[in-house]
């Protein structure tokens, strides 16, 4: 993936407002990383899951024996009614869920094999229900990869600690957080890798009810 000079950072937050069922909230800022087998995956049939649509790509990829092209990849199928969450990873770190309840934060299913490298990849997928403001956080290796002045790395702990300390908060809160604390840690230096980071998180009752009657 190309790598992007600082202070830019690509970053993608989204909220669903799911008693409402209105699709999306989205914040953008930053570049986004295009693949050009992109046209020819969209071209697929529609899959059943994140893990049928993980397998599909990874058959083209295969197919068109791209044979240095391996792709670490996250998909998750949303259910805006109901706040059902299906994910499958293929060698991408798992998101993490931020429980609204103060409960531990924890990845959420496994990292899984890498797509473009094997015929069969054949990712785990798991499900969850997201509760009232509750955030899955997902997010690429630049992230935790990322390097202090003395080269000490953000890492995983910090990243929990980061997301923990911004509790309660809304999907574009945590990613502002993350993006924050990793602008501070770094200070001027370059990042280690490219910093994706994408927040999906269902509003509580009160913060839709404010949304409703123009309230904050």
Known sequence: MPAFPPPV????????????FVPLEIETSGPKATWKGTAEVTGLPASRGPAEAIDRTNRVLVGEQRGTLFITMLCAVLAPATGHVRVASAGHEPPLLVPADSGAIRPVGQAGVIIGAFEAVEPPEVELALAPGDVLVGYTDGVTDARSRSGERFGDDRLVATLD??????APTLVAAIRDALAAFQGAEEPA???????????????????RTGRA
Not at 165 to 170: C, F, N, T
Request: proline share 8%; net charge neutral; charged share 25%.
């Open 9 to 20: 950072v690509p970053v993608l937050a989204l909220e669903l407002e799911l008693e409402l």
């Open 165 to 170: 300390a911004a509790r309660p908060g809304s």
């Open 193 to 211: 890798d490219d910093v994706t980071i994408v927040a999906v998180g269902r509003r509580a009752p009160a913060q839709s009810r404010g949304r």
